[in-house]
């Protein structure tokens, strides 16, 4: 239900987030309110294919543990490129600063920025700086665009090509970004610390596309987390996906605090984690090249794809009942990414 203002709902990732831009800015700038939405945009020209991407970071605080907002920013970007099958190539980079950021934490920021481009094999090309009077933004915020090349053997991936018979896999524990982020925020301390998984997907992506030529689709399960992805996923493949709760990884001190607190890890964020759709010939190759793979040790097969309750996400419990995974509505962890 669209509402006559803007809410911190409308940035979470879920069905609110959904609802905005495909009542209001779709329309606006000319695009059908039911087209398939992926991370990046593909432009073809004669011998070649572009994948373009732009993404903003507002995160507080600027640094957590496992991380800050200039390798999200980076990160955030080659992901998402990643995620359509490209090579990451060159990013800009928007500056926005407050007045009263002290002049270190600028340089801090720009100075992972910088590592995490060379991390991610990415070139910074071109970009902007503005400053705004102190309360008009917090601290500061980043906004980039990312280019991207994509092979000639790379097939188009969307979620709409998943099919009954297909298997959903992730490649590795869900909810370190966001309850990092958190327990930074609200100064909560743990042993072990946890930490934000943040990390850039690129070559990961390509040992997964190298091994599993029926890849339907990736996504990086950021705002919103794994449910929300899952439920885009069924949305546009008109298909059912069924999940199970035992095969899903999580941490174990994720857990403990997610449920000391009320959350639920499948709709917390990750920065560095990938949710696939395999045909089902090449699923057990594809697990295994994802765990051969540092950032996907901890990859797990954990649903199929079913003609079952079209639309929706369902998942099997521990205890053998099953429970519909929702599409995220209201308001999440705010300002995480």
Not at 65 to 71: A, D, E, K, M, S
Not at 245 to 270: C, H, K, M, T
């Amino acid at each position: 239900m669209e509402t006559a203002t803007i809410t911190l709902a409308h940035g979470a990732g879920g069905r609110a987030s959904d609802e905005l831009i495909r009542s209001v800015v779709l329309p606006a700038l000319g695009g059908a309110s039911d087209m398939t939405l992926c991370d990046a945009a593909l432009i073809s020209n004669p011998g070649e294919r572009i994948a373009f991407t732009t993404d903003g970071f507002t995160v507080t605080p600027l640094f957590f543990p496992g991380g800050n907002i200039g390798r999200l920013a980076v990160f955030g970007t080659v992901n998402d490129l990643a995620m359509v099958g490209a090579v990451p190539r060159y990013l800009a980079l928007s500056i926005i600063a407050e007045e009263g950021l002290p002049m270190e934490s600028l340089r801090s920021v720009l100075r992972e920025v910088g590592n995490a481009a060379r991390e991610a094999s990415v070139r910074i090309v071109t970009g902007d700086t503005k400053v705004v009077g102190s309360g008009a933004v917090d601290k500061l915020f980043l906004t980039t665009a990312g280019i991207g090349t994509v092979g000639g053997d790379v097939p188009l991936l969307s979620p709409d090509q998943a099919c009954p018979g297909d298997v959903v896999l992730v490649s590795g524990t869900m909810g370190d970004h966001g309850v990092a982020v958190l327990s930074a925020r609200e100064g909560l301390s743990f042993t072990p610390q946890i930490t934000s998984d943040c990390a850039p997907l690129a070559h990961l992506a390509g040992v997964l596309l190298a091994a599993a030529p029926s890849l339907r689709c990736m996504r990086d399960p950021t705002r919103g987390g794994l449910a929300s992805v899952l439920n885009e996923f069924a949305r546009a493949a008109d298909a059912g996906f069924e999940i199970q709760e035992d095969a899903v990884p999580v941490r174990r001190e994720v857990a403990a605090l997610s449920e000391i607190l009320g959350l639920d890890p499948l709709y917390l964020a990750n920065e560095g984690k990938l949710v696939a759709v395999v045909g089902p010939r090449d699923a057990d190759r594809a697990l295994s090249a994802l765990r051969a793979h540092p950032l996907g040790l901890e990859a797990r097969a954990i649903g199929t794809v079913n003609a079952d309750h079209r639309g929706l996400v369902v998942m099997r419990t521990g205890i053998g009942t099953r429970r519909i995974v929702e599409y995220p509505t209201g308001e999440l962890l705010p300002r995480i990414c």
